[in-house]
C-alpha cells in the first residue's frame, strides 16, 4: 500500500494549485461581476475573463487533464493535455479537488467541467468518426459546450427506466419528442450539442428500451422553455434548463453506439464523472474548514475566539476526520476503476456519491454557521457551495438509489 | 395536565386557517410574481394584493393577534384584535403555526409580523404616552413599519456585549454612530422607524453599556448601504439591510427606558417572538411533510410508490415525531411565559430556539430530496422555506448561544 | 392547555418521591448485594429487603398505584390504591418516572412492576370472575408474580403474526406447544402463572389466528430451560427465561376472552404499559444527567472542570432538551389514551416507544463518557441503566416496527 | 498510490485467515466454557485450549507478528515471526484485522494482544539489556504476560498529567504508592509484571513529572483489590483490575529510559498500539455486518426478508461506506506512521481513535437490532463485540480527548 501521489500526479498538482491561486482566484470576483451585470441586463453572457483564462491554461498544458488514459490518442497530444497522455483517475482525482477550491471557475478554465467531460468520454469511447470529428473535436478544443439530456419532469427520474421521452427511429432518421429538465450548462452561449437519452422501444426488455442519441440544440422543434433554480441559484452563465422536443427530427447516424444501447453507455459514463464531483466537492469542503477555523480565530465572543468555545472545536475536528476518510474513499475507487474498470468499482463509485455531497454539505453548513448570519449572505461564498453540494444529493442519482446500489451488492455477497 | 386548546383559541384557529386556506393561498403566486416583476424593473415594492388582504384580515377582527394579553387595553379593543383583550402565549401560539403555513405572507396579512411584532411589545411595555403615539398606534394601525438594529457586521453579534456601534447622549440629544446589518424589513417602503442598539457607556458593566433609541429612518445620516442575501435570497420587499449610521441625531426622549438599559428591554423582548418564530417554522414543516407524502404517494421508481422504497417511511415517522416533540416544548414554553413571566421561561425559550428550526430544516430537507431535483427549484416552495429555517438557526441568537443558556441553567442547578 | 399535575397527581408524587429517597435508595445497595450473593452461591432468590419495602409501600397506600381508573372497583379500595380510586394515565405517568429513578426495584416495592400491571389490566378488563378470584387478587395482593410468553426464538417476532407455539382446543382442554424466549418474570420464586400466546387456527384470518391462555407454570410439562441475558446481563431475580411447553394440557376455561382473540386483547394492553416503561426511562434519563453533571463538575483535566471542555456543555443542553420534549410527549400520549382510549393514542404510543429509549440510550451513554473508564464499571449504575434502555429498544417491538407504525398512520391521512 | 497489500501481506493474511477460521472458530465456544465454567468455581484460569492454540501458530510461524520493523533484531528471528523480520504497520494493520474477527481469542494466540504488544515495543525502544533480558524475552517467548498501570480511579485519567500514584526514586531503590485501576489482563495467572507510570517530582514541568518503572507484580505492597466490569462483562481470565501499591519497592535499574521521561515514551508507545487496536475493532465490525445480513436474509416479516424492510438496506449500506471509510484512514494512518514516525501521525492516530469505535459500536448495534432480543442475549456475540466497543470509547483515551488533538492540530495550520 502506497498512499503518495505519483510523480506526473504531483508535478501536475503543483501546476494547477499555482495557477489556482495566481491566475484565477485574483479574478473570481470580477468574473462574477461581469456574469452578475449581464444577467441584470436580461442576458445570460459569459464573461471575457473565462476567454483569457483559458488560453492561459491551455498555454501551460493544463487542459483537458480529465482525458481518460486509453483513449486519448492522439486527442491528448493534439488537444494540449500535459504531457500527451491521458491520466488515470487515481492521477487526475487529486488535479479535480485543487480545481474544487475555484468549483465555479476553475473546471470551466482547464476544460474539465461536467457535463462536457463526460460527453467528451463517450464520444471517445463509443462514437464513430464522423460523430467525433464533429463534436468531439470542437469539444476538446473549446469551441463548443454541450448538455446531457436524461432527467424529465414529469417521472421520478432516479429510476432512470421511467425515461419517458422519445427516441423513435423512422428510416434513416431519429424522431425525438418529450421534455427534458435540469439539463446543465443549456444556458451557455456556447452551448451547441446535447445528448438526448430516450425511449425507442417500450417492448424491449427494461435495459434495453433507451437510446442516446446526439441532438443539435439549434435544430427545429428543440426549445429551451425556462432556467431552473436550485435553491435560488441559477448558475448562470451555465444554467440548468427545461427543454422541450417536439417531433425533432435527426439523422439515425447521430445514434450512439446503436439503438437500445443507452444503458450499457450510461453505466460506463458515470463512474469517473462521479469521481470528478466527489473530488471537487472535497476541495469546496477544505476551503469552507479553512474559512471556518479562520473566522474562528478572529472572531471573539464571550471573552474567547470562537473556535475555543461550546463544541465548536470539536466540529472542526469531525470536519477533518470526516474529509480525510471520504478523500481515501474516493481515491480508492478511482484505483479500483483503474486497476479493473467500472464494474470494478460498482459499490465504490455508489458509496462515494452517498458520502462526499453529504459530507461537504455538513462541513460548509458548519462553516456557516462560525460565521453568524454574514455566512448566510452574498459576502462570503459559503452558500454557493452549500448549494452546489446540497444539490450533488440528487444530482447524478440520489442518495437513496445509491444507497440502495451498495445494499444490493453487499447482500449480494450472502446470497 | 390538559392538552386541548382552550376555547377562545380553537375559535381563532378556525378562523384563521380559513383565511388562510381560502384568501392567502389563491392569492399566494401572484403575490410573489409582483413583488419579482417590480425588482426585475429593479424595485422593491409591495404588491397592492397585500392591502387588500390585511384590510380584509382586519375587517374579520384577525388584526394583531399577538397582542400580549395585560398590555393590551385599551389598543386591543382600537385596533381591531378579535374579541378585543390579548391572547395569552399559549392561545396565541397554535395561530402562529397556522401563519406559518404561509409564513411569506400570512404573518404580515395579520399585522403578526417580526420584527414589527417584538418593536410593539417594546413600545407597549416600556414606551412613554408620547413614543406610543408617535410609533406604536400607526404601527397597530398597519400603516407603517419597523426594523430593529442590532447585529453588526465586525464583531461577533451572538455576544450582545461585542455590540460597537453607539448612541451617545449629548445634551437633550443622542448621536448614533456605525453599522447595523441584517436589519430586517427596512427594505420595505413603509418601514419608518428602527429600534436601535448602541454602546453609550463603556465603562459601565457588561450589561448596563448599551441603550435603545427610536431612530426614525429619515434621519440625516441614515443610508441603507444594501440589502444582503440569506442563502442567495432577499426576501423582497421586506428585506435584510445594511444600515449606516454617520451622526445621526435624534432627541433624547427617543431613548427607550432609559441610558444603559437595553439589555433589560432585549431580555423580556425575545420570550414571545422565539415561541412566535418556533411555532411558524413548525407550521411550515407541516407543509413541508405534507408535500413530502403526497409527492411519495404520487411518483413510482422501481415500481412502487415513493413512500414505500427504502428509508423513506421511517424518515416520514421521524418527522413526525420531531414535529410533535417539538410542538409540545414550544406550548410549554408558552404556557411557562404566561404564569411566571420570562424568567420562568428563560431554559425553555432557549431549547425551543435550537431545536425548533433543526427540526423544521431536517424535516424540510427531507422533503426535498422526496422531490427530487424538483424540489431544489422554483416549482416547490421547499427551497425558500429551508432558507427560512437554516437562517434561523442564526437569527435571534445562534444554536450555539441558546445551547449554552440550556447548559449554564442545567448545570447551575448542581452548583 | 394547562400543564401542570392535577392536585392527586401532586400530592402521590411528593409521596413516591420521598418513598424512594428515604426507604428505597438506602437499601439498593443491600438489596443488590443480596441477590448477588445468592447467585454466586448458584440460586436465584429474592432479598427480604424487598418483602420490608413492600410492606411499608402498602401500608401507606403506595401500592397498585398502576390500576386504571374505571376498571378498579372494588380493587382500588381492597388492594390500598391511594385513595381508593384508579388513576388516569396521565395522572399515573409522573408516578412512573419518579418510580423509574430506582427502576430495578421501585416498581416492584409498589407492585407496578411488568409485566405484572400489563396482565392485572388484561385480567381485570378481560378475565372472568373465576380468573380474577385465582390469578388478579393474589397478583394485587402481592402474593403471586406471573410471566408473558409472547416472544419465540424461531421467528421475526417483531411480526407477532408470526409466532408458531400453539394453543390447540381440544374438548374443555387446551393443549400448548412450543417455546417462548425472553419471558421476563420467570426466574423469580413467586412467578406461578403466565399468560400465554399461541397459534389456535392457522386457516382464520392473520389476526385471529391467536389465542391467550392462563398456564401455570407448574403445569406438567412446562420446563423453564434457562435464562437468558441482554447486554451480559441476567436481570435476576427476575430474568428473561426460555421456557418449553410439551402437550401442557391446561381447562378450557383458561381461554381469555374467547378462542383467536389474542390480538384483541394485545391491542388495548400495550398502551398503557408503554407509557409506563417510557416514564420509568425518562426517570432513569434524568438520573444519567445529574450523575453526568455531578461528575463533570467534580473531576478536572486541563484546568478546568469536565463541564466546560469542549462540548460536554452543549451534551448536556442537548439531553435537557431530548428528555423534556419526551417526557412532553409521553404526556400528551398519555392524556389522549385517557380522553378517547388506545384507538386515539395508536400514533403517540409509538411516537414514545421510538423515541424514549433511544433518548434514554444517548443520554446514558453520554453520562458514562462524562464518567471515564469508571463509568462502565460496577461502580455506578450506568451500564445497568444503559442495558435496560437498549433493551426495550426491542421490547415491545423494535423500533423499525414502531416507526412503521407511524409512517403508515401519517401517510393514511393522504390517502 | 497503489491501495494493494504488499505480497508478503497478503500471503501472510492467507496464512491468519485459515488459521482463524480452521483452528480458533472451531474451539471457541469450548475456550469460553472453559473459562466461564471455572469462573463459575471462584477461579479465574487460562483454558488449556489457549496453550495448544498458541503452540500451534507459533509451529507456523504466526507468533509476534506485531513487531515493529526496525526493532527486531534477532527477536523476530529467535521469537519465530514469520519470515524472520518484522512488519511495517502498513503490512501488520489488515493482520489485526483479521485477528479481530476472534477478537477474543486470536490476539493471545498469535501473542499479539495488547497490552503485552505495546509493552513489548517499550521495552524494545527503551528497554537495557537487562530489562529486556528479564522481561522483553519472556514476553516474547509466551512464557509471561504484563500489564499496564496508568488510569487512576480518583482523578480524571484523560489528562495523563493529573496522575497521583508516585515513584519515587529514594537511593537505588523506586519507591511506589498510590492505586491503578482498569489495568488490564492482571487477572490472568501469568501476568506478572506491570509498566506503572507514576509521579516522581511534582516539581517539574507538566511533561516531566511522571516516570515509567517495571513493577513485578509479586513485588511486597502490591495488591488486586478487585476485578472491573465493563458493561457488565469481566473479560476473565484476562480482566481489568483495581491494583494498590503501598511502599512497593523496586530496583532503580527497573526505571524506564529515565526518570520524568514517561511521556516521551508515552507517546511513542500508543501510536502502533492504536492501530491494532482499529484493525481489530473493525474485523469485529466486519463480522457484525455479515451477521446481520444473514440473520436479515434468513428471518421473514410481514411477508419479506428483514433486509428488505424499512430502513434495513440503507443502514446495511451505511455500515459498509463507514467501515471502508474507517479502514482506509487506518491504513493511511499506519502507512503515515511508517514513512515518518509517531509525529508525522498524530493527527491521523487520533482521527482514528475516535472514529473507528464509533463506526464499530454503531455497526454492532444495527446488528443487534436486526436480531432483535436474541441479539443481546449469550447466544450471539454481539454484546460482548459491543461492550468491547464501546470500551475503546474510553481505553487509550476518550473519544473527546483525541478531537481535542486534531482540532488543535487543525487549528495550528492557520496560527
Request: with cysteine; glycine share 10%.
Amino acid at each position: 500500500m502506497d498512499f503518495s501521489p505519483s510523480p506526473r500526479a504531483a508535478e501536475l498538482a503543483a501546476l494547477v494549485s499555482a495557477f489556482v491561486t495566481d491566475e484565477i482566484e485574483p479574478v473570481h470576483d470580477a468574473y462574477h461581476h461581469d456574469v452578475a451585470a449581464a444577467r441584470a441586463a436580461g442576458e445570460w453572457a459569459e464573461s471575457p475573463i473565462m476567454g483569457e483564462l483559458r488560453a492561459k491554461a491551455r498555454a501551460q498544458g493544463l487542459w483537458n487533464l480529465f482525458l481518460p488514459v486509453g483513449h486519448d490518442q492522439p486527442y491528448a497530444e493534439k488537444y494540449g493535455t500535459h504531457g500527451g497522455a491521458g491520466l488515470s483517475n487515481s492521477d487526475y482525482a487529486p488535479l479535480a479537488e485543487l480545481m474544487g477550491r475555484a468549483t465555479f471557475l476553475a473546471p470551466y478554465v482547464f476544460n474539465c467541467n461536467a457535463p462536457d467531460t463526460g460527453n467528451m468520454e463517450v464520444l471517445l469511447k463509443y462514437g464513430t468518426e464522423e460523430q467525433k470529428a464533429a463534436w468531439l473535436e470542437p469539444l476538446l478544443d473549446g469551441r463548443i459546450r454541450s448538455a446531457f439530456g436524461m432527467t424529465e419532469p414529469g417521472v421520478a427520474s432516479s429510476d432512470a427506466t421511467n425515461m419517458a421521452a422519445t427516441a423513435i427511429v423512422d428510416g434513416d432518421e431519429v424522431v425525438i419528442n418529450g421534455t427534458k429538465w435540469f439539463s446543465t450548462g443549456v444556458g451557455h452561449p456556447d452551448c451547441k450539442i446535447m445528448i438526448f437519452m430516450g425511449l425507442s422501444d417500450p417492448n424491449a426488455d427494461r435495459h434495453h428500451r433507451h437510446t442516446m442519441v446526439l441532438v443539435p440544440l439549434d435544430s427545429p422543434g428543440v426549445t429551451i422553455e425556462r432556467m431552473l433554480s436550485t435553491m435560488n441559484v441559477y448558475d448562470e452563465p451555465v444554467g440548468h434548463g427545461e427543454v422541450t422536443f417536439t417531433d425533432v427530427r435527426v439523422p439515425a447516424s447521430n445514434i450512439l453506439l446503436g439503438e437500445g444501447r443507452a444503458f450499457e453507455i450510461a453505466q460506463g459514463r458515470l463512474g469517473p464523472g462521479r469521481i470528478h464531483h466527489c473530488m471537487r466537492l472535497l476541495g469546496q469542503a477544505e476551503v469552507a474548514l479553512e474559512l471556518a477555523i479562520k473566522r474562528g480565530l478572529s472572531r471573539t465572543a464571550f471573552g474567547k475566539p470562537l473556535v475555543k468555545l461550546g463544541g465548536n472545536s470539536e466540529r472542526i475536528a469531525d470536519a477533518r476526520i470526516a474529509i480525510d476518510q471520504a478523500r481515501l474513499l474516493v481515491l480508492s475507487a478511482a484505483w479500483k476503476l483503474d486497476v479493473g474498470g467500472p464494474m470494478n468499482a460498482l459499490s465504490e463509485v455508489s458509496q462515494i456519491k452517498v458520502i462526499v455531497p453529504n459530507v461537504a454539505q455538513q462541513v460548509i453548513d458548519m462553516a456557516i454557521q462560525l460565521h453568524g448570519a454574514g455566512g448566510l449572505s452574498q459576502d462570503v461564498p459559503l452558500s454557493a457551495m452549500w448549494t452546489n453540494a446540497r444539490a450533488l444529493r440528487l444530482a447524478d442519482g440520489p442518495d437513496e438509489v445509491h444507497r440502495g446500489v451498495v445494499a444490493r451488492l453487499e447482500i449480494g455477497k450472502h446470497l
